[in-house]
């Protein structure tokens, strides 16, 4: 009967022994599960974000594709949330173009280029851009994207370097924009997405004639380059785009030395 007793209890003693092996077990394997679900998580936001970036980089300026209609313009987003057809924030008043015509020189890394901008065709633009180069705004800033096929442009003027940013506000209609859609090399206009409204510090520099499209309204027309766009061509864009697209950064990076107008 001892004996028995004896056995009863190792038996007991080994099933408790076992369930607690498969509790640990269990444990182990409801971890397990737990931080491949945590991990694929992650993965998804990631891979989430990094999609998002590549759709927003090129998002805005001449070729772009449309953005969604209910997100911020992609071009010199606004500090608030922005009102489709109205301006957004602090814009400087058009009154500072004077109606006349402004000469000065944009230098792109050692590069001087004479420019001319048109007060009187596009005062509000002009007007912009005169209070950010007057501020300071552009030194420092790059040269973001170059396309080299179907249309021909160099753009600029984002403080993010991507193509997302701007002053802190946003300004339209646009002005002087050509009927024809044809913008001639030399030809100096303001980026912007979908939203006439959307304009802010980002323009871009055609260096070689381009017809954009003109179901959109086109893009305001500010002034042109007056010399050193051959220059320009030879030092920068020959170097094509720094990954062998057609639409990219530019192989050779492009700083905004100084904008100076008078």
Known sequence: MATNDRQAREERARLRTYQARQEVHARKQRRRVRDNLIAGGVLVVVLALATVVQLAYFSSGPGAPEPVASEAPATDAPTETPVAGENQGDVPSADLAEGRTWTGTLTLNDLALGVELDGAAAPQAVSSEISLASSGFYDGLTCHRL???????LQCGDP???????????????????????????????????????????????????????????????????????????????????????????????????????
């Open 160 to 262: 993010n370097g991507d193509g997302t940013g701007g002053p802190g506000y946003s300004y339209g209609p646009i002005e002087n924009a050509p009927v024809d859609g044809v913008y001639p090399a030399g030809t100096i206009a303001m980026a912007r997405s979908s939203d006439p409204y959307s304009q802010g510090s980002q323009f871009f520099i055609v260096y070689q004639d381009s017809t954009l499209p003109t179901d959109t309204g086109g893009y305001s027309v500010i002034g042109q380059v007056t010399s050193g766009l051959d220059q320009l061509v030879a030092g920068v864009v020959s170097g094509g785009t720094a990954d062998g697209s057609t639409d990219g950064t530019p192989a050779v990076p492009v700083t905004i030395t100084s904008f100076t107008l008078q």
């Open 147 to 153: 396309t080299t096929d179907g249309i021909f442009v």
